[in-house]
């Protein structure tokens, strides 16, 4: 428990370092194939608004990514609600220009990017999303297993602050069991 409260205390320390824009790494090399698989969306930031009101509220999805031949991702998303239900979501995330780089149409996610993994353990999540007229920034941390990943909690702090990203906008999410083995 303790590592826990230090490693949210060095995030959230490391999300406070000088704000500006960067260019948003993708994955040297991804690989779909060992990206597959079930992963948990363990913390997130983002300066989206509807984000910032219901963060506070909010349990770990679970999230399982597989490959298709075409080169795109079907990605089931299971949401845990306030009911203590599990709201899924089925979408597909359209392969980009460059591996590891995607869009989502439908979630109106413009821009769908791995920027870290080790595919074993943890994958920094970069995504922009369009809504109207309004452009919001996230990024997620995704881990194989409901638990926070150190090194991949280093990746997303790193970036957080490049891309203008500040500790208030972020949120490490709470497990829940509403999901567990809901999307297989």
Sequence with gaps: M????????????????????AQVPIQDNFNADQFQGTWYIVG??????????????????????????????????GYPTP???????DTTFTKGAVNGQFSNPAMAQ????????????FAVMYFQTQKADVTSTWLQLYARTPELFPEGAQ??????????????????????????????
Excluded at 2 to 21: F, H, N
Excluded at 46 to 75: E, I, Y
Excluded at 83 to 89: M, P, S, V, Y
Aim: glycine share 6%.
């Design 83 to 89: 009911d203590g239900r599990c709201q899924k979501l």
């Design 110 to 121: 413009t821009d769908i990017r791995v920027a870290s993994t080790d595919y074993e353990h």
């Design 2 to 21: 303790m590592w826990q409260v230090l490693m949210v205390s060095s995030l959230l320390a490391l999300l406070q370092a000088s704000p500006g824009r």
């Design 44 to 77: 997130a930031v983002s300066d989206d608004q509807s984000f910032q009101d219901s963060k506070d509220d909010m349990k770990m999805p679970v999230v399982l990514v597989t490959p298709l031949d075409n080169g795109d991702l079907a990605v089931k998303f």
């Design 155 to 184: 990746k997303m702090q790193q970036l957080a602050p490049q891309l203008g990203l500040s500790p208030s906008q972020g949120a490490l999410l709470p497990k829940s069991e509403e999901c567990a083995g809901a999307l297989a």
